[in-house]
Every structure is written in C-alpha cells, then in structure tokens.
C-alpha cells in the first residue's frame, strides 16, 4: 500500500510541473470576430478589430438575456500597426481582455491595399495556430475599417454569426463564392488557378443606374446595388487575384459559373429572355446535372479546352403566359437558357483571357498531361491561357414545370 | 535508482508500532495448557492456575502499559480454553452433569440468558436422564414441544409399556440407538460425539440431545428463526421480468434459484466461511457446465478466509476479490434469482451467503456489469438500444464534466461561436474559474446524493432531487456558476445512475474526480493520458482467472450478447473466456417451427 501511495505522490508530481499553463477562462479573453486591413495613414496599415460583447449577446447572470438595445453586441478597434499580427498584440494596449482569434470568421482587405498586394499579409497569418482555414477572404469597396465599424447585424445579435450567414449563401445562390481561405490561399500559391475572394462594399447611396431597362440580376455586383434599405453591408460577386495582386471583379453571374466549374453550385435562379417575347423574362431554377467535364488538350503550343455542362432545372414563372410547359414548347425553353449560359459563358471567358487570370481553374486539368512537376511548372500555364481556345457545350433539361401544367390565356 | 529508493525511504518513513505481548505471551503458553485441558477432559477446572500464571508472566515480561486484556486476563485465559474444546475437537464426556458443565461454560451460562439447558428424564423404564440444549428464539418451540418433548417424555413409557421392559430381542443396539430410531420423530437428526458440533448445530437453530451414559449427542431440526419473505428487487428493479428477489435466508435462496433451473446437474455446495463465526456460504454451479478449474478455485478461496466478520457479501467479496487496488468491481453482486441462474447456465459459479440478500456471481466482466437482465427480455432492437444509451451514460458519467472543464479552459476553439458567446456572456459575474464550479456542483452533488440515502425515510430521495434543483437555479442566480454547468452536472448525474452495477457507478463516481483534475491540468491530453492508464488498467485487471475486458480484450470468440443484445435464436455458444465443459447452448437452428410442414407436429425436439 506504501509503496502505491509512493507512486501515486510521484505521479502527482510529474502532473504539477505542467501546472495549468495556458488554462485560460473564455471570459478573460477578447473574441475577435472579423479583422479588417486598409492601407494606413499613420503606419504601413490599419488594422480593425471587431470585438464581441458576449454580456449584450448572452445576457449576463441569472441566465436571463439582456434587455435588447442596451449596448452594441461589437465594437471595432482601429490600430495602427506595421503588419497585421502585431496589430493582435497592441490590441491589449485598449481592450483589457486578451485578444484571441481562434473564432475569426472574416478577413477583410480594402479594394486599394488588395491592388497592391496581399502576398504579404496572406502567408503570416496562416502559420500562426489561433488563425482558421475556414475563416473567409473578402475584398470591400471602401475603407475595411468603415466596413466593419458599420456593418451591424439586424437580425442576428452576434457578428460572428452574422458573417458566417452572410457567406452561407453560396449554398442557394450563384454570386456567393465557396471559397474559404483555405482554398484561396492554395489557389494563389499553385499554378494553374488563380483565387477569387468575396466581394463586399457598403451600401451604395447615389443611384447605379440611370434608366429602368431591364437588366438581368446576373449583372450587379457589390457595391453596385440598386436598393434601399437592408443592413450596410453586401456581399456579391468576387474579386479576381493574380499573382497576389487584385487584378478585377465578377459580377454575379461570372461567379456562379466559376462556382458551376468548381462544382460548387448548388442552384440558382437565371432570369432568361423569352425567346418569343424579347422584353419578358422566364425565371428558371438551374443546377448542375452532373460534375463539368473539361478535357484540354495541348496542340502547336497553345492549349485547347473543351467544357461540356450539362445543367437541369426548373421553371418558376413564365411572365408572358406562353404555354412553354407543353412538350412541343419545352425545347425553346432549353435552347433560349442554353444560350443564356453560353453567352454568359463566353463573356466570362473573354474576361479571364483578357485579365490573364484562369479563375475557372481549367490548368488544374491540363496539369495532368504533364509527367513532373517541374515540367508543369515550366509550361507556364498562366502565359499559355490567355491564346487557348475555348469550346463550350451547355445541355439543359426542363424537369419540373412548376404546380401549374397548363396555362390559360388571360383575360 | 538506489537515491531514489533512500528517498523514498526517508519520504514514507513510519514510526514502528509497539507490539502487543499480552496475547502472544498467552499463545506462548497455549500448546501446554491445550495438553493439560485435554488431559483433564474439560478445560475449565484449571482456569484459576492458568490465569494466575498468565497473568505472572505479562506483568514480568512487559513493565509498558495497562491493557484491557491484561486486567481480565482471567478471562482471556477462560475464553482461550474454550477455544481449545472448541477448536480441540473435544469429545463429549459420559457424564451428563460433566457436558452440561462445559457446555454452560461455552455458552456462558447462565449470564447468556439465551441458552436454554433443559433437563429432562426419557419415561422409559428405568427413567433416563437427558439434556436439551438449544437457543430460544432461533428453534421451533412447536417442533420442540411435539416432536421432542412429548415423545421423550410422554410417549416413550406408551411403547415401552406395550413392547415389554427389556432390551432383549429388540431391534435397537441400546438406549442411544433407540431414541434416535424410533422415539424422535424429527425429520433431520444427527449425531455427534464432539462438542464443537454440538455449538455450531445450536447456533445454527437445531436442538442438541444428551443423554446420561453416552458420550454422543443428537442434533434435531428445530429451526425456527424470523426471516423475511421473499420480496421484489430492491436494487435490480425491472419492468418486464421476474419480480423476485433474495431474502436473507440462504436455503429460500438456493430454492429460489433451484426452481429456475430444475436440473439435477445444479450442484449446491455448502463451504463454512472463517474460523471464529462461521458463516454458510452456498457455491451454486452446473455440474456439466462449468470448468471444475473455476469451481475448485471459488471453494479454495472461500475456505481459506480466515477472518473475524465476513457476515456480509460486500466484506465477502472483498475478502475473495482478485485485486484490491483496481477501480473496477471484480464479482458481480445481484439480488436478482433470475441473473444467478442465466449466468449458472452460462458455465459461471453463483456464491450465496447465509444472511444476506445479494448473491456473487464469478467470473465477471466488464460487458456483465453494464448488462440488465432486462435486456434479454425485451425484443433485441430494445435490448441493444437500451444497452447503447448505458454505454453513453458510463462515459457522459465519467468523462463529461472533465471535457468541460478541458474545453472551457484550455479548448475554446471546439466550443461553436454563438455557445461560446453565451457561455461568456452568461459567466461575465461569476467570480472563479471553471475549474472551480465544476468541483462545487460535482461535491454538492454527491452530498446530496449520500445525504439523500442517509436521510431517513421514504421522504429522502425526493428531497434530495429537490435539493439538487434549488441548488442549482440558486447557485446561477447568486452568480456562484453558470447556468451551463448544471445542465453539465445534471447529464453526469443521470448518465451516472444509468450504470446498472451499483459498485461499478461508485467506482466511476470517484474516477470522474480523476479526470476532472487531470482535464484541469493538462486539457484533453490529460483525460488521453488518464483514459490511456485507465484502459490499460482494465484489461491487465482478471476475475477468477478471466480477463475483465474479454472478449473484446483479448480477443475471444464472441456470442452475439456481450455488447450489443442479439436475437434469442443467435444466442447459440456460452461465453468462451469461462471455458464451459459444454460449448454450444442451443442449437444451430432454435426455431424449428420454420422448417416443419403445417399441421404437423414438430420433430423430435422437445
């Protein structure tokens, strides 16, 4: 029994020495929701914090919520600091609890500072361990620390929450990308693909537009919304990256199809011209039938992709009252929203040509003719994509013709 | 190493403890006072010499110290030579007036007001002196007046009368022989020539005869204590299933099982448990079934416990245990008639213990003690399914409190934002670590708990869950812990009170404590490295040499019932780690009505 106890004792003491190093109460420490980089104005950047209120968002005590509109549920810490971890540590300088990012849910560069390059403030922040992979990269139109100051919630108490419903759209909507950190930040440093991040922008107050011809939704972006009201912020379309650098923007339906050849579109809702009423729209819900097939081939130098989409879908409304839900009509259908998506298709295309940034990600197919990697490395695919030639294929099946089967004529 | 041993040394140094001499020095002198008591036929009448010198000897030997035993060391020197007739196998004598002076001496009469010595005379012709000797209030006194008494007595003279004075021609060797044969008509009887008998059999309920001129006694059947009636479980309450459960009379326990398994092959051993109070303890196996290895093994271990009180199948248990220093119980304690026979049937040995309501199964292990008999008797999806939420139980029990306090406080990362922010939110007052909140609800748990069984009365459980209650919404609202952990402290309650063995859900009770201090310490390492010790611990652990975790550990072949309940029909071998004689319990194929033709009866299958 001694001799138990003896080791027991020893036991005990091999425990103590680590001694509760790092135990740390979540009430002694500062969650940081979402940081925010702008180019500074009185050191190399300006770093906004945002910081729950955990007391205003749980109540406090007696398990009671708080009485609503007693106090923000964040508040926003602008600093100015040399580079962005740093920021972290002067952070404790004006909040007493310590600091911690292991819930950050956003990244935010402002437009300008990720013009100029983000490689820099990329490579940092994913070696550190409190950091997430799954936090998000957004870009914003404006100032990041305006962005975040007054981006409030409305129907969420908590920030966190909140950015994180924000970017779940990606789910039921084109103009949302997938892309966490994670994926941007392989995207940027393999070759062969570029990244696309978020594209935010506070609420635009001057009107977009100047006339009220159509125009399908598929054309906004952030920052270029024509409403009113709704919380500050907006999310739509992406921000395309080359080489770390910011080099254009998306808008929603260069997105979506960037997320149809990703594979991450779930389904979205396309506003289509109808082929016998050019003013009137047929919306139709799409998804993808099947992964895109994309094969390239490398012939005389210059690569040649072919991509073939087969999408299905839906109609939701017809605005004209054309019987298109009839088996003779349905085939108008499908070829006006197959040269729907190829025109769409073909713009986006010309665009990335054009930006010389492959955000569809098609070398990540031509990689595989190549034997080594210093082979594929030595192609230079980046060089090599803007003279490929593109081929598109679109196939779209109607499957559902809605709960109406036949349309009457109106009177 | 050696420092370390010195160390060690110096770190657990104990003070010598003075030994007492006044016993040994009367064991020193107990061989030729055994010789000289024998001699005399009775020990008693040399008591005052003995003691004297006893009493010489201590007081020259050891000038330290004034101990009970050596100011009566007279009667340590009495209680010594009775222990001598007893232990002695002294024989009784031929006198009757010398038996009835040892006897009143064993039984100390007549300060012991229960021991009656009832004189009478057996109306045969010439009258015969006799002596019954038994304990009043554990005999029958109906049985002793008409089975005993009255044919002595009375009923003698009647037959002696008809028959002819005379011993001649008769059938009888003499008187003794008589008597035994013809006058007593007791159901049991048995005869003795020693005293030790003689005590053991009148402790024991029976009625011993002495009769003038032999030196043999009969023991008479005569038992007639109180007892209770076989009531429904206490502790093993079930919905479904048989509502019987031990009493405190071992023979209504053997029969309770018994008439479970009605099969001659059902082996009943009675084994005298200690030296000083001997206790019945009953060893129930199948004869054609379990390994004769284990059943020796159970009989050599009951019948070498030499110990003072073991009246109780919980001091049994852990006089019989495999090791004493692991947490984990190693005998399986059941009040249930109906788990005693399953498992007898499974090859595995029962131990029923004279007094008590609680039988010991052996070998055990650790699929057993999470099992119910329940189990099997609801249809196997329930089974299992009620199996799986006991296994959630046992580790919420064990290991949820020391999460908590892990990812409070080291982890906080695991916690999803919004729970995290209200977890905040919800402890900004609330003035000590998390640490320290876990310990406060855990220990006011478990006093709760223990005061509610002290409390008594039928009234204690509900308060204490009442208590428990109003202790947890007072204690949130006086800022003393956050609302989360009672929900934490609750689930541990409930999780812990779903393990069905009671000495097992103790065991794991004081380990949670464990975890909860190395979660304190070291996070979730800690509770990998405490699970870790604590596994290994496990399946290093045996019960009457079979591995507590088989058949998982080492890996044996499985029937479809030590995790998960199986179907009744899959129920085909007995468990391999007990080695039963008979491996197969049923058939391939049980349901034979699957395979016969309507209308006819089945084949040849009983």
Partial sequence: MRRVLGVLAL???????????????????????????????????????????????????????????????????????????????????????????????????????????????????????????????????????????????????????????????????????????????????????????????????EPVYPDNAPKPKGKYEAGRIPRQGGSSIEVMGAAVFRQERMVGTLNADETGLVKLINGTLRRTLLDVRDPKHPDKFVIMEVKPRQRPSVKVQIAG???????????????????????????????FLEDAVEKELLEDFHAAVAKSQELGADFFGFGLYAKKLFRTWPEWEAYNWDEKYPMASVTLHVDFKVRRIGLIHETLPQK | MSWLKTLLQYLLYHKPRPESTVFQAGIEDKPGQAETGLAGGAGGRRQPQAAGGGGQKTSGRKKRGYSAREKFSGQVEENLSIEEILQGEVKLAYSLEENRRVLAKIFHVPQNKDVVLRSLSIGTNPPVKALLVFIDGITNAQVQ??????????????????????????VYRDLFDRVREALLPNNQVAETDTYRRVVDDVLGGNSALLIDGFNQALLLETKGWHYRSVGTPQVEAVIQGPQEAFTEQIRINTSLVRKIIRDPALVTEFIKVGKSSPLQCAVMYMANLANPDLVREVKRRLSNIRADYVQETGLMEQMIEDNPYYPAPQVLRTERPDRVAANIMEGKVGILVGGNPFAMVVPVTFWDLMQVPEDAYVRWPFGSFMRLIRYAGLFLAMLLPAHYVAIVGYHQEFIPTDLLLAMTGSREKVPFPSIVEVLIMELSFELIREAGIRIPGTVGTTLGIIGALILGQAAVAANIVSPILIIVVAVTALGSFAIPNYSFSVSIRVLRFVYIFLAALLGLLGILVGFFIHAGLLVSLKSFGSPFMAPAVPVMRKGHDYFLRGMAWQQETRPDYVEPLQERRQPRISRRWLYTRRGRQGGDGP
Wanted: charged share 20%; hydrophobic share 40%; with cysteine.
């Fill in chain 1, 11 to 205: 036991l005990l003491l091999v425990m103590l020495p680590a001694g509760c190093y790092d135990y740390s109460e979540p009430d002694e420490k500062a969650w940081v929701m979402a940081m925010g980089l702008d180019r500074g104005r009185q050191n190399v950047l300006t770093v906004t914090a945002v910081i729950a209120v955990p007391k205003n968002i749980a109540g406090s005590g007696g398990g009671q919520p708080a009485a609503g509109g007693g106090g923000k549920n964040f508040f926003t810490v602008s600093l100015e600091a040399p580079t962005l971890l740093s920021s972290l540590e002067l952070l404790n300088a004006v909040v007493d609890r310590r600091a911690d990012l292991s819930h950050i849910k956003w990244f935010v560069f402002s437009r300008e500072l990720a013009e100029q390059g983000i490689g820099e403030y990329l490579a940092p922040i994913s070696r550190f361990y409190q950091f997430r992979r799954t936090s998000l990269m957004l870009v914003c139109q404006g100032r990041a620390e305006d962005f975040l100051a007054r981006g409030l919630p409305v129907l969420e108490d908590n920030a966190g929450k909140y950015y994180e419903l924000m970017h779940r759209g990606w789910r039921y909507t084109e103009f949302i990308p997938f892309d966490t950190f994670h994926q941007f930040y392989y995207k940027s440093s393999a070759p062969g693909v570029v990244p696309v991040a978020m594209l935010a922008s506070l609420e635009r107050k």
């Fill in chain 1, 301 to 331: 130098g210059h690569p040649s992709i072919e991509v073939d989409i087969k999408m299905e879908g839906g109609i939701i409304s017809i605005q004209s009252g054309e019987e298109y839900e009839k088996p003779g009509n349905i085939p």
């Fill in chain 2, 145 to 170: 007046n008409l089975a005993i008494l009255q044919p002595l007595m009375v009923l003698s003279g009647l037959v002696d009368e008809r028959r002819g004075a005379g011993h001649a021609g008769s």
